[in-house]
C-alpha cells in the first residue's frame, strides 16, 4: 500500500495479557517512530527507529513495553502483562530518514488498544 | 523541558466563518514547525511546515504564521467547512543532531456546525 498500515485497528484484552501492535511503513522510509495518543492528551513519543536499530527509546514507560524492527521495515510494539493505564492509541509514523526534522512524518491510522 | 502549548482547547463555529488556532511553543533550538489535522479515528496529517525563517505558509485555506521570537504560531481557517472538523495539533521540532524527536502539542478541537 501507499501509505503506512497498522494493526489491527482496535484490540481488547484483559489486564494481565500481552499483546503485538504491528506496523507496515512506507516502503523507503528508514525512519520509524512509535507514539501513544491518550483522551485529550498530546501525542506521547515512545521509540524511534533509524533501520533496525533503535537509538532513542527514552519514551518507553516501563520495562513492560518493547519494540523491534526487523528487515528495516515492520516493526511491533509489545506491551507485556498490560494494566488498565495502557489503554490508549498507538500510532506510528515512517519518514525519509529520521536525522532531519524537514522530513513530514507519515501516521497509521493507529491501533486502539482497551485494558479491560 | 520542550513544551507546545495550544489554545483553545476546543472550538466550535458555523460552517463559512473564520477561525484561528493558537500555539506557544518552548523548544530551543528550532528546527521547524508543523500544524497537522488529525481526524477521528485516523492518523494526523501534515497541513504546514514553516521553519524559523518562514513567518507564513499557506495551504489552500489554511494559513501558517510564525514569530520565532516570541515562539508563536497560529493556524488560521477561512470560510470553514464541515469537513474541517477536526484536531489541529502544532508539533515543534529541534535542531536535528543525528535524530529529532518532535514535541507535539495537545491539539485544538474544532467542531465546523452547519
Known amino acids: 500500500g501507499a501509505g503506512v498500515s497498522q494493526s489491527p485497528s482496535n484490540k481488547v484484552t484483559e489486564k494481565g495479557k500481552d499483546v503485538e501492535l504491528r506496523c507496515d511503513p512506507i516502503?523507503?522510509?528508514?525512519?520509524l517512530y512509535w507514539y501513544r495518543q491518550s483522551l485529550g492528551q498530546g501525542l506521547e513519543f515512545l521509540i524511534y527507529?533509524?533501520?533496525?536499530?533503535?537509538?532513542?527509546k527514552s519514551g518507553l514507560p516501563s520495562d513492560r513495553f518493547s519494540a523491534e524492527r526487523t528487515g528495516g521495515s515492520v516493526s511491533t510494539l509489545t506491551i507485556q502483562r498490560t494494566q488498565q493505564e495502557d489503554s490508549a492509541v498507538y500510532l506510528c509514523?515512517?519518514?525519509?530518514?529520521?536525522?532531519?526534522?524537514?522530513?513530514?512524518?507519515?501516521f497509521g491510522p493507529g491501533t486502539r488498544l482497551t485494558v479491560l | 523541558k520542550n513544551q507546545v502549548e495550544q489554545s483553545p482547547q476546543s472550538l466550535i463555529i458555523l460552517e463559512g466563518k473564520n477561525c484561528t488556532l493558537q500555539?506557544?511553543?518552548?523548544?530551543?533550538?528550532?528546527?521547524?514547525l508543523r500544524w497537522y489535522k488529525q481526524d477521528t479515528g485516523r492518523g494526523p496529517v501534515s497541513l504546514t511546515i514553516?521553519?524559523?525563517?518562514?513567518n507564513t505558509k499557506s495551504n489552500g485555506r489554511y494559513t501558517a504564521t510564525l514569530d520565532a521570537d516570541t515562539k508563536q504560531s497560529s493556524l488560521h481557517i477561512t470560510a470553514s467547512q464541515l469537513s474541517d472538523s477536526a484536531s489541529y495539533i502544532c508539533?515543534?521540532?529541534?535542531?536535528?543532531?543525528?535524530?529529532?524527536?518532535?514535541?507535539f502539542g495537545r491539539g485544538t478541537s474544532l467542531i465546523v456546525h452547519p
Open positions: 509514523a515512517s519518514t525519509l530518514r529520521g536525522t532531519s526534522g524537514s522530513h513530514e512524518q507519515f
Open positions: 516502503s523507503g522510509h528508514t525512519a
Open positions: 527507529f533509524q533501520g533496525n536499530s533503535a537509538p532513542d
Open positions: 500555539c506557544n511553543y518552548t523548544v530551543s533550538p528550532f528546527s521547524n
Open positions: 514553516m521553519t524559523f525563517s518562514e
Open positions: 508539533v515543534v521540532s529541534p535542531t536535528s543532531g543525528g535524530s529529532y524527536i518532535p514535541t
